[in-house]
Structure formats: structure tokens, C-alpha cells
């Protein structure tokens, strides 16, 4: 393939992080506006580069040899996805950042960040992941600190230590497999290592990448650093924190490894069942609790982020066990649709966060109240957001966990499905809580004179808002042909993937 | 013998960072966890009596192939040592931001954010 798409995707974001800083230093609105063209431009390429499938070859080296990135369905989805909550969310940050200064370093490494997750989507080389994974990390946790406070500067702290020690494993994980076959070409290695998992070193190798990628996908055990970083960066950043990062460097980098080079045999996936259902349980309840808006978000996240592995999991279970080709099909396509559903509810709900503590300055719960009247848009997008994640049809969020918990029946695991019902009941609850005590009541004395969030921003609201309520389309079987099913294949294909990326050479 | 003294070297980096009060010293530990993983991939390309692999004209292709080092986890390590520059950079002056707004190292201290 020689389309010239696949390295605009990283060349635009970089070379404009870099020209942002040199020619708008003191010109805010020179670098809002390079700061949105630049999303705008990655979100064009990405739609254009939709019906784009194969193998890019970085210089025209063929693999092994060079590095190539990679085009399949499930990849194309993905970039859609994050250059999409990436172009809302610098809409969104135009007013939003206003209060802070240096919005210049801000869209330097906001842009890296987006570079970083292209990167970490298109590559088809373990190394070369590796180090946009890292790309993507370090300007994330600069992002978290970028307030400067008490809390941030802790936050990010965090986030560092424990990222960077998932990173490291994820380096040795690599290292160690291009000890065991001599290539760090995904598909050489894939090949190479065919039935041979069970040998010590490889599932060494697995479980330093299940670890490393566990740790940057914030799933229970791994996520004491989300519910402090997500909610200490600008709400921009949540959102695109919690929508497409944990995603991008998490899920998509694991499911890849794991689907695509390693193999699912049925230990793994059990693990990542285990995993999923942990962190839909874990979360939810200690979201419950929480009186701080975007922390409760944050958990909320975890809790979402289970819902995805665990679909993974259960379709890479069916496939492994030999299970009906069906039932795994669906659970796949359950957990990749509530990924890309998570994404557009999850930045929403931050986006509102935001827009509400701009208009009052808080984000406690029980300080606000009475919002109705006062911040009517934000009160609509807000609980069609709401009414998403906890999984209220006709919205996106319903769709995709009906699709998982159909396969769970489907596969036998009766009492899955039965968690996953819960699990959404709770969020509910939760998400009504949210909505009685930011919108309705009496509202306090101190926000007499809020008004509703200044036009840019409520642009992007009602973007993501429209997509909540439309993206159920996307089960259309026409629609679902062309969007959904070919990132389901790539991922159902399982080890097949190796040869297709062989004969792309 | 060498790969688990690599090992072990990484396991004291990872409980370093993971048990220790000071931030200075988490930073130590992952340099300490970053150089395991460095000194690994350079152990796997080593080899005793080993020649630089630079070819020439003028070496013997089947000499030069049993007697080279492997390039490839040099040329990882140099990125991978970039990349911890960047890290462990961003992770000292977020340790004296801390130091400047709390006025200690010691974590056990900064705890604002509870939950």
C-alpha cells in the first residue's frame, strides 16, 4: 500500500506540537486555531482512510526488516474513534482553557499525546509500540500536572510511577520475545512462536504484557492511579483521558498482542474474564460513593473499562474452547461497540463536568443543585449521557451491553450476564444521583448568577450528545457490515492476522 | 547466570519504587528497573569475542555473520535510554513541584487525594 494517509496521522500532530510553541508564544488564538485545524485535519484523514486496508511499509523496507503499520478494521475503527473525541475536545478547550496560562505548551502536548495514540493504533511492530506507547504516556502525564496544584502535581505523580513501571514491562515483554524469535515484526513473531505458548519464557512474556498494558488500561487490580489522575487534569483532557487513552494504549494494545501475536488459549482469556468482571464490579461501587463529580466519572471509567475486557475475554473463551463461532462473534463485537460507545458518553460526561464547574467552580455534588433552569443545554446533554452509560435504550450504551450479555447467555455463563445487569442497575443509580443533585432542587445562593457555558464549548456537547443518541445505528446490519464487523474479524481471525500481514509484504 | 542476576537487578528496581517513602528514591527505582531491561536486550545481542557489526568489503560474509554482535537491541537500547531521559526528567521536576508546594519528599505526607 502507498497511500500517503497513514503517516499524516503522525506527521501532523508532531510537526504541529512542535510549531506551536516556536510561532504562538503570546498569540492565544494562533494556537487555538492550529491546535483545532490540526484535530480537524487528523479526524478528515482518518474517515478518508476508513475503506484503506494493508500494510504501510515505513520507507519502503519490507517486513521483517523495517517497521510497518498496519490497516485493518479494527484499526481504522479505532483511529476514527480517538481522532474524533480528540477534535471535540480541543473544541471544547478553546473557552475552556482560557483560565489557565501557556495554552501554547497545552496544545504542544495535547497534539503529542494524539501522535502517541495514532502511533500506538497503526503499528504493526512491537518495538515501534513500545515507544509511541511512551510518547502517548509522558505527555499524558504532563497533562495531568498541567494545573500546576496541590493535587494535580500529586496525581501525576501517581500516574507516573505506576505507568512507568507498566511501560517497563511492557519493554521487557518485547524484549523477551524478540529473545525467544529473533523479531519484533508482530507477524514474524506470531508466526514463530505457533504452538509454542506454553513455553516458560513466552508465558513470561504474556504476563509482562497483560500486566504492562493492564496497568495503562486501569483495570482492577492495576487502577489506583485513574480515580486521582482522571479527575485532576483540565476536563479536556479527562475526556480524552478516560475516552480514548485508557483504549488506545490499554485494551486495543492488549487485545492486539494478545488476539493477534500471542494467541487467546483459554488461561489467558479466563484471566481476562476474571479481569473484566472485577473491575465492572470493583468500580461501580466505589463510584457509588463518591460526592466529587468527575471522581465519580473516573470510576465509572473502570467499571465501562471491565464491560469491554470483559466482552474481549468471553469471545477470545468461546473461540479458544471451540465454542459456536456465533456467540464469540457477538461478544467480540459486544466489547468492541461498547469501546468505541464508552469513548463518546465518557467524554461527554466530562465535557459536562467541565462546562458545570467553569459555570459554578466546584465540582462537589452536594454544592450545586438547581442547575435546570440555569444551564439547560448542559442538563440535556448530561442525562442523555447518563441514560447512555447506565444502558437506557434507545441510547448507544444499551446496544452494546445487550450484545454482551446475549453472548454471555449464549456462551453458558448465565451468572456473567446476571453481574453485568447488576453492574448496570448500579450505574444507574449512581448517574440518577448525579442528575437529582447537579440538576434538580433548590439551587443555592452562591450560584445565583450561573449561566449556561459560552456557544464553542456547548458545540461540542451537543456533537458528542447527537452521537449518543444516534450511534445505535451502527447495529444496522448494512451499516454494521461496512463499521463494526470488519474490526471484529480482525480481531476473531486471531493468528490468521500473521499470515495476512506475511503476505501483505 | 548472567539473565537472572539481570533479573534480580530489575526485581530490586521494581521494589524500590513500589516500597520506598521518598520520591526521589521511587525515581531511583525505576532507573534502576529501566537499566535491568536495558542491560537485558544488550546481553541478548552480546557475544564473547564478538566484532562490531560493521560490514565492509572486504570481511568474509560467513566470518562476519558467526563473529558479529546483533545490532538490532543497540539500536533499541539507545531509543529506550531516550525514552528514559524523558521520563525520569518529567518525574524530578514533578518531584521538586512537589517539594516546592509541600515541602517534603516524603509521600506518606502528600496525600491530599484520598477515596
Known amino acids: 500500500m502507498n497511500s500517503i494517509l497513514p503517516p499524516l496521522l503522525i506527521a501532523v500532530p508532531l510537526g504541529i506540537a512542535f510549531l506551536i510553541p516556536l510561532v504562538a508564544r503570546r498569540l492565544d488564538r494562533l494556537a487555538d486555531t492550529l491546535g483545532n485545524l490540526a484535530t480537524l485535519s487528523l479526524l478528515a484523514v482518518a474517515l478518508l482512510m476508513f475503506p484503506l486496508r494493508g500494510v504501510y511499509r515505513i520507507g519502503g523496507w519490507n517486513p521483517p526488516v523495517g517497521i ?8 481504522n475503527l479505532m483511529l476514527v474513534v480517538v481522532n474524533l473525541v480528540s477534535f471535540v475536545a480541543t473544541l471544547f478547550s478553546i473557552r475552556y482553557m482560557e483560565r489557565y496560562t501557556a495554552k501554547h505548551r497545552y496544545y504542544s502536548l495535547f497534539l503529542l499525546m494524539v501522535a502517541g495514540m495514532n502511533g500506538v493504533i497503526l503499528s504493526g511492530d512491537l518495538f515501534n509500540l513500545f515507544v509511541f506507547l511512551e510518547i502517548a504516556s509522558v505527555s499524558s502525564y504532563a497533562l495531568v500536572a498541567f494545573g500546576g496544584r496541590h493535587e494535580e502535581l500529586e496525581a501525576s505523580f501517581k500516574y507516573l510511577v505506576l505507568g512507568s513501571v507498566g511501560s517497563t514491562l511492557v519493554l521487557l515483554a518485547v524484549a523477551l520475545s524478540y529473545a525467544v524469535t529473533g523479531y519484533l515484526n508482530m ?11 506454553a513455553e516458560p519464557v513466552l508465558l513470561l512474556a504474556a504476563v ?22 482522571h479527575p485532576s487534569a483540565p476536563a479536556p483532557i479527562s475526556a480524552m483521558l478516560s475516552g480514548v487513552l485508557i483504549k488506545a494504549l490499554g485494551v486495543y494494545a492488549l487485545s492486539r498482542v494478545l488476539f493477534n501475536v500471542i494467541g487467546v488459549d483459554p488461561v489467558i482469556a479466563g484471566v481476562l474474564i476474571a479481569v473484566g468482571a472485577l473491575s465492572m464490579v470493583v468500580g461501580v461501587f466505589l463510584a457509588v460513593g463518591q460526592w466529587d463529580f468527575k471522581r465519580l466519572l473516573a470510576y465509572h471509567s473502570i467499571s465501562q473499562m471491565g464491560y469491554v475486557v470483559l466482552g474481549l475475554g468471553l469471545g477470545g473463551y468461546i473461540l479458544a474452547t471451540g465454542g459456536a463461532r456465533g456467540a464469540a462473534t457477538l461478544a467480540i463485537l459486544g466489547g468492541l461497540f461498547h469501546l468505541a460507545n464508552h469513548s463518546v458518553f465518557k467524554s461527554l460526561l466530562f465535557l459536562c463536568s467541565g462546562s458545570i464547574e467553569q459555570a459554578t467552580g466546584t465540582r462537589q455534588l452536594k454544592e450545586m443543585g438547581g ?4 444551564m439547560p443545554l448542559t442538563r440535556a446533554t448530561c442525562t442523555i449521557a447518563s441514560l447512555s452509560i447506565a444502558g437506557v435504550p434507545p441510547f448507544n450504551g444499551f446496544w452494546s451491553k445487550l450484545l454482551i450479555v446475549l453472548a454471555a447467555f449464549q456462551a453458558g455463563f448465565a451468572w456473567l450476564a446476571a453481574i453485568t445487569i447488576l453492574v448496570s442497575l448500579v450505574t444507574l443509580i449512581s448517574f440518577l444521583k448525579v442528575l437529582r443533585y447537579a440538576f434538580l432542587g433548590a439551587l443555592p445562593e452562591p450560584l445565583r448568577d450561573v449561566r449556561e457555558a459560552p456557544a464553542l464549548m456547548s458545540i461540542s456537547l451537543v456533537l458528542l450528545a447527537v452521537l449518543c443518541t444516534g450511534m445505535g445505528l451502527l447495529l444496522v446490519p448494512a451499516v454494521r457490515g461496512v463499521v463494526l464487523d470488519p474490526a471484529v474479524a480482525a480481531l476473531s481471525q486471531g493468528l490468521e492476522y500473521a499470515r495476512s500481514l506475511m503476505a501483505g509484504m | 547466570m548472567v539473565y537472572t542476576l539481570c533479573f ?7 521494589y524500590c519504587a513500589l516500597t520506598k517513602k521518598n520520591t526521589v528514591k521511587i525515581v531511583i527505582g525505576l532507573a534502576i528497573m529501566e537499566y535491568a531491561v536495558n542491560l537485558f536486550l544488550i546481553l541478548l545481542g552480546y557475544r564473547r569475542n564478538g566484532v562490531a557489526p560493521i560490514l565492509d568489503r572486504s570481511t568474509d560474509l560467513a566470518d562476519f555473520l558467526a563473529r ?14 531516550v525514552i528514559g531521559l524523558g521520563v525520569t526528567s518529567l518525574a524530578v521536576a514533578l518531584c521538586i513541584r512537589l517539594y516546592e508546594k509541600y515541602g517534603t519528599f516524603d509521600v506518606t505526607q502528600i496525600r491530599r487525594l484520598k477515596g
Not at chain 2, 558479529?68 to 535510554?81: C, E, F
Request: no cysteine; glycine share 10%; proline share 8%.
Open chain 1, 208 to 229: 509482562f504484557f497483560i500486566v504492562g498494558f493492564g496497568v495503562k488500561a486501569a483495570v482492577v487490580p492495576f487502577h489506583p492511579w485513574l480515580p486521582d489522575a
Open chain 1, 68 to 75: 510497518s503499520w498496519v490497516l485493518d478494521g479494527l484499526s
Open chain 2, 8 to 14: 534480580a537487578l530489575f526485581l530490586t528496581g521494581l
Open chain 2, 68 to 81: 558479529s554482535v546483533d545490532p538490532l537491541p543497540q539500536a533499541l537500547v539507545l531509543t529506550a535510554i
Open chain 1, 371 to 374: 442547575l435546570r433552569e440555569r
Open chain 1, 187 to 197: 507477524g514474524s513473531v506470531s508466526t514463530l512462536i505457533a504452538g509454542r505458548q
